[in-house]
């Protein structure tokens, strides 16, 4: 959920391990894998992941406690690999389906979708557009 306060001990730190952060983790490694398999497959979506991943560690306080524990801003610079990694999957999808047209539908159908979520967000929070 939207928060307005992701102050100090707002989230508290995980100390032991529970079933979601053990899926997390089970996660994190399952995606590390996939993008050292892909490596020769699919080096550009191999690349995306294992960039998200490296640049996610610095800022998800797993590597170093860095003193913030949630901010979205901390994503925007993961978020690239992230980016890197879907469109090569779209490339390799339509290449594969011999469906040239799928690899930009699909693209615009998820920028689509992220705007109507934003949209959605948006008047959720009152906000005005001319913030």
Same mark, same amino acid.
């Given at each position: 959920?939207?928060?307005a &306060?992701?102050?100090?001990d707002q $989230?508290? %730190? /995980?100390?032991?391990? &529970?079933?979601?952060?053990? !899926?997390c #983790?089970?996660g %994190?490694?399952g ?9 020769? #497959?699919?080096p550009?979506?191999?690349?995306? $992941? %294992?960039f ?6 610095l800022?998800?306080?797993? /590597?170093? @406690?860095i003193?913030?524990i949630?901010?979205?801003?901390l994503?925007?610079?993961p978020? +690239?690999?992230?980016?890197i990694?879907?469109?090569a999957g779209? /490339?390799a *999808?339509a290449r !594969?389906?011999?469906?040239p047209?799928? +690899?930009?539908?699909?693209?615009a159908?998820? /920028? #689509?979708?992220?705007?109507?979520? @934003?949209w *959605?967000r948006?008047?959720?929070t ?6």
């Open positions: 959920t939207l928060s &306060d992701y102050s100090f $989230i508290p %730190l /995980v100390r032991s391990l &529970d079933v979601a952060t053990t !899926v #983790l089970l %994190l490694l995606l590390a894998a996939a993008g050292i398999a892909l490596r020769r #497959l699919l550009a979506a191999s690349y995306g $992941i %294992l998200f991943l490296a640049t996610w560690a800022t998800s306080n797993i /590597v170093v @406690t003193g913030t949630l901010g979205e801003r994503l925007y610079f978020s +690239a690999g992230a980016c990694a879907v469109a779209l /490339v *999808a !594969v389906l011999r469906a047209w799928l +690899a930009p539908a699909a693209a159908a998820l /920028v #689509l979708l992220g705007a109507g979520r @934003t *959605a948006r008047r959720i009152g906000r005005s557009a001319s913030c």
